[in-house]
């Protein structure tokens, strides 16, 4: 066998979608891990200088963006190995699927370790879906925060009073309705709007929303390319069954 034949042999034993989910995978979470850990440092110095300036009024909020930036750091280190098994996992069962090796040969624990694998995907892909989710709401409000500005520069906000345009984060329930002075108004929103903070966050905080659904891609990806290697090795297992003597 020559070189060219054996490179294209190799070449045929490389998962494909399980490399390409990994590659998406590793890049979705990095986006949002890194710009979600970046916006909500944001989204505190925001609220400690507008809205709530008393301690007491957000130091549970406070705590909790803490454990949540602690967490990500979590998310990071783990779906970095995972990826890794998987893309790993990916070549065993690609390998054996394909047969590129002639005395390859399945086993009962290889099989299970394959079907874990569906399992804890699956149970990933549903995680993330609600993550996703979540990720969308910080958009949500800082999209509101957004448009409400833009309202107040447009020729219309003339017809009214600047001051009577505000902005209360109370109504979210981000921080207590006894926060002092809980919303912003005026000229003081405008300062807001023009701040860098302000759009640091939420362009950032757009991106950590488009990362969590690219890793909400990536492991759906993963999901079909397991599930179909996992029937497929389960399938052969019974051919051998059926044809050993």
């Not at 990916?90 to 040969?105: C, I, M, N, P, R």
């Not at 910080?138 to 509101?144: D, H, K, R």
């Not at 981000?174 to 759009?199: H, Q, R």
């Not at 966050?201 to 990536?218: D, E, F, K, P």
Request: net charge neutral; hydrophobic share 45%; proline share 2%.
């Amino acid at each position: 066998m020559g070189c060219f034949e054996c490179c294209i042999k190799c070449l045929g034993g490389v998962p494909y979608a399980s490399l390409v989910a990994t590659i998406l995978c590793f890049s979705g979470v990095a986006l949002f891990c890194g710009c979600g850990h970046v916006a909500l440092t944001g989204t505190v110095t925001i609220l400690e200088t507008h809205f709530s300036k008393v301690t007491s009024d957000h130091a549970m909020l406070t705590d909790i963006i803490q454990l949540m930036q602690y967490v990500i750091y979590g998310i990071a280190s783990f779906f970095f190995l995972y990826g890794i098994i998987l893309l790993a996992e990916g070549f065993y069962t690609t390998s054996a699927v394909k047969e590129l090796h002639s005395e390859f040969k399945t086993t009962i624990c290889g099989r299970c370790i394959s079907g874990l694998f569906v399992f804890l995907t699956y149970i990933l892909g549903v995680a993330w879906l609600g993550v996703f989710g979540f990720s969308a709401v910080p958009v949500f409000l800082f999209y509101n925060m957004w448009y409400t500005c833009n309202t107040m520069k447009s020729p219309l906000a003339n017809l009214t009073s600047i001051d009577t345009i505000c902005v209360d984060v109370r109504q979210y329930g981000i921080i207590p309705w006894n926060a002092t002075p809980g919303k912003v108004c005026g000229s003081a929103l405008g300062d807001i709007c023009d701040s860098s903070e302000f759009y640091l966050s939420y362009h950032l905080y757009i991106v950590a929303c488009a990362g969590a659904g690219a890793t909400v891609i990536a492991l759906l990806i993963y999901m079909m390319a397991t599930t179909y290697n996992f029937a497929v090795l389960k399938f052969k297992s019974r051919e051998d069954c059926c044809t050993k003597f």
